[in-house]
């Protein structure tokens, strides 16, 4: 049986200057007990999708749904059942750790008090009741963390939330994450430019780019069925010839060749290559953010000239 | 102020204590309309050293790393930040005097010169007592100017005359100088305030425990009410008592910093109108509140607040500057002229020719005018008429200057309560309607209409009513003339509406629920968009 759909994002665009959308066409869905990474450079809409997810944007075309509701008609409804934690969230300051704890305890009836406590000690705060302003930004993300985790959501989305800790805290953040959701089949939504995190996480990578979805795939397919090839300038002078080869998913240009990312084996791209151009390139399997560079860094203005 | 507050609706990420060209401008504005004002009693004073002192104890002060690591002590780092804060307190205040003496309208106001500078001494380094090792304000430090502002109506309250006034100041300033001074240490420290600042034993406390305890409105009470809106509730409720609803405008203009505190909460399970009333609250609610509470302010033998001379329009350029005419009355009573200004007579035929001002290419007359050279028996006669309209009932002028019979004013009584509320309520409304407007999520593929709509809602307004102090108030002693226009309009339709209060009351909620219906549904439609600020 196929577990229910939590998130459709379908055709959705988004401006926020005229003719210049951030988000032109999304498609995708999320099933529940799904962990998605958002992926993408700085400006590629990832929290805008987020936004629009929560229902903090308003979408100029088409439609968002969160547990088949629409997260702007029935906020309340939809926010009941999500959990939130974004880089730039800012708490309030004066607030202490015992105030926002009363305060979500409040507005989520199924609060998880067992889950606070265990969550408290294993942050080091369950006897540390300071104002939000006196805590390390490790550790007032935690409070974040503790207060968008304990009324258990059906959906966790996560904006970046390790953005700026040390590996460490890093590390103890998304496992707490994972362990102590998704294993429980909560699904998790978030956006980060760690791929590290990325990968440590697992599950479905979406990478955004030019306000659409340029890759959907699960991790491991990902890994396992797209390769880099190094494919030199003077065998194939024009870049789009490569681009509008069959599974080219992006290519620029290096110094004397050009990088190109296939979907395939390195054996078959390289077969391909071959076949159409006449030529031995080199071909192999990189890692995630090997792959994520290739596909959306570096100067491909200039490589297009 | 109002530059200060423009500005920070327009770069919301701008902070205007970083530029201290920026701050010397805002406080440029309320110094030179204050002074120039002419200070009519005390209350001019205090009004200018409050504005001096909030904007002095907002004054960047902590040490930058530059400053901590050079080579000099902690003394010669605070001489040159306090001159420098100096600068900033007294330049708007001797270019004010500059203003006064090129207009030629007054003599040099000497005691408002010294009194305010006293008060920039306290407003400077009031602050920096709380935690001299830092240089920097902590949160006493925002009890600074409600302190200044206490000293300040305590000596109004006990009618200080002005060498008394600049006897307490000056003693004041040169105790917490000479404190301030001994406690100056050799090196200033850069360590976060948060940390290092106190001790908080409750921190000990089990935090689950703590939570059990907490009421859950907590964060709504922390997150809404910064420190700096106990300060705008006593503004709120002194300019309630002069009658000086617009401040309730200004309080809308702060709602931006409301806002921007209750950012957070939009990813919590809040309806859009929960999340709009915790804004509306604090912001919108409660100055209101505090402007009526203010109105109905009567303190038996001090009659300031229901005065019958209550914001009056001066005499300047028409009379001897500080002639205290007693049927002086603030514009909302003053007649628009058709044509020429006819003489006043009286039935005995004495007469007068009334003081007038132009506003807005009209003239107003003050039809209840009595000149220096009137006399006794017409200016009686005069202050009946005048007392009638202010109060309902003639009084006599003896009586008055006693200061025995100072009954409730007539625009402070319910029925014109309900109508100024209702007025100031839509008025509030359309206001942030229009600032709202670019947060609608349609306004961003539409520019240009956002510009348009911004400018009418925010700098027409704005604008016309700096115009008025400026035009009218500097050259004609009109300071508020809008305010007074509008408060004109409410008193000619309280008599054709039905005298039953409770149908005014249902005549006047139509019009406010009508546009807060508007709002609701703005809200609902608007997104917070851009860079999250501090908050």
Request: charged residues 15%; glycine residues 6%; proline residues 5%.
């Amino acid at each position: 049986m196929t577990p229910p759909m939590i998130l459709e994002f379908n055709d959705v665009a988004r401006s926020y200057k005229k003719d210049k959308p951030v988000l032109d066409g999304v498609t995708f869905s999320m099933q529940a007990g799904e962990v998605v990474a958002l992926l993408g450079r700085n400006a590629a809409g990832k929290t805008t999708l987020i936004n629009l997810a929560m229902g903090m944007l308003f979408p100029h075309r088409g439609t968002v749904r969160v547990f088949g509701m629409s997260p702007t008609e029935e906020p309340v409804a939809v926010k009941k059942r999500i959990g939130y934690v974004s880089e730039d969230q800012v708490l309030p300051p004066t607030s202490r750790i015992s105030e926002m704890i009363a305060f979500h305890r409040y507005l989520y009836k199924n609060w998880d008090v067992a889950l606070e406590k265990e969550l408290l000690q294993r942050f080091g705060l369950s006897r540390n009741d300071a104002k939000i302003k006196e805590l390390s930004k490790g550790q007032a993300r935690q409070v974040a963390l503790l207060c968008a985790v304990c009324h258990r959501p059906e959906l966790l989305v996560l904006d970046e939330p390790a953005g700026g800790l040390d590996p460490a805290a890093r590390r103890e953040f998304l496992e707490t994450s994972i362990q102590l959701l998704n294993r429980e089949g909560t699904a998790i939504l978030f956006s980060s430019h760690n791929m590290g995190d990325v990968e440590r996480l697992g599950g479905r990578a979406i990478l955004l780019d030019g306000g659409k979805v340029r890759i959907d795939s699960e991790l491991d397919a990902l890994r396992e069925n797209t390769c880099l090839a190094v494919i030199p300038q003077y065998a194939v002078t024009n870049l789009s010839d490569i681009r509008n080869l069959e599974g080219c998913l992006g290519a620029r240009g290096g110094t004397n060749e050009w990088h190109a990312i296939f979907r395939g084996s390195p054996s078959e791209v390289q077969t391909r290559l071959q076949t159409k151009f006449n030529v031995s390139a080199q071909c192999q399997r990189i890692p995630l953010e090997e792959l994520f560079v290739e596909l959306v860094g570096g100067d491909r203005t200039a490589a297009l000239k | 102020m109002t530059l200060y507050l423009l500005l920070h609706y327009w770069k919301p990420n701008l902070d205007i204590r970083e530029n201290r060209t920026l701050l010397v401008l805002a406080m440029l504005v309320p110094m030179i309309v204050m002074v120039t004002w002419g200070f009519p009693g005390t209350v001019g004073v205090w009004a200018a050293a409050g504005t001096t002192a909030m904007l002095g104890a907002i004054t960047p002060q902590r040490p930058t790393r530059f400053e901590a690591a050079l080579p000099i002590s902690g003394r010669d780092i605070a001489i040159a930040r306090l001159v420098s804060a100096f600068a900033v307190n007294v330049t708007p205040i001797l270019l004010a005097t500059a203003t006064i003496v090129a207009f030629n309208r007054a003599p040099f106001p000497a005691f408002e010169l010294a009194a305010s500078v006293f008060i920039s001494v306290l407003a400077v380094l009031l602050p920096r007592l709380v935690n001299t090792n830092q240089l920097t304000v902590t949160a006493g430090g925002g009890v600074t100017p409600i302190l200044v502002m206490g000293i300040a109506a305590g000596a109004a309250i006990l009618r200080f005359s002005h060498a008394q006034s600049l006897a307490l100041l000056s003693v004041s300033a040169v105790a917490v100088g000479a404190w301030w001074w001994r406690r100056v240490p050799e090196a200033f420290q850069l360590a976060p305030l948060s940390v290092s600042s106190r001790v908080d034993h409750s921190s000990d406390a089990d935090v689950s425990s703590a939570a059990d305890r907490t009421r859950w409105w907590h964060v709504i009470r922390t997150t809404m009410f910064s420190k700096m809106r106990v300060y705008n509730c006593a503004l709120a409720i002194m300019m309630g008592a002069m009658g000086m609803w617009q401040l309730y405008l200004i309080s809308v203009i702060m709602m931006e910093d409301v806002w921007q505190r209750a950012r957070w909460m939009q990813s919590m399970p809040l309806s859009h109108r929960s999340r709009l009333w915790m804004l509306l609250t604090p912001g919108f609610f409660l100055p209101l509140l505090l402007t009526i509470i203010g109105a109905q302010l009567h303190i038996p033998g001090h009659d300031e607040f229901q005065s019958v001379n209550r914001s009056a329009i001066g005499t300047m350029g028409q009379e001897s500057r500080y002639f205290d005419s007693p049927t002086s009355v603030s514009f909302d009573y003053w007649e628009q002229a058709n044509g020429a200004v006819a003489p006043i007579t009286a039935p005995w035929g004495e007469t007068v020719q009334p003081y007038v001002i132009h506003v807005f290419n009209r003239t107003y007359y003050n039809p209840y005018t009595a000149r220096k050279a009137s006399s006794e028996r017409f200016t009686a006669w005069q202050f009946e008429r005048l007392t009638t309209s202010v109060f309902g009932v003639p009084l006599a002028l003896k009586d008055h200057d006693d200061g025995q019979l100072n009954p409730r004013r007539l625009n402070a009584q319910p029925r014109m309560m309900i109508l100024n509320v209702a007025t100031a309520l839509v008025i509030g409304f359309l206001f942030m309607i229009g600032m709202g407007f670019v947060r609608w999520h349609k306004s961003w593929a539409h520019q240009t209409i956002v510009g348009i709509v911004m400018v009418v809602f925010m700098v027409v307004p704005i604008g016309v009513w700096l115009f008025t102090i400026v035009a009218y108030g500097m050259r004609q002693g009109a300071m508020n003339v809008l305010v007074p226009l509008l408060e004109r309009q409410l008193m000619n339709l309280s008599p054709v509406l039905p005298s039953n209060n409770f149908v005014v009351l249902a005549f006047a909620a139509v019009p406010v629920l009508a546009v807060y219906s508007l709002l609701e549904w703005q809200y609902k439609n608007s997104e917070m968009v851009g860079p999250v600020p501090k908050v």
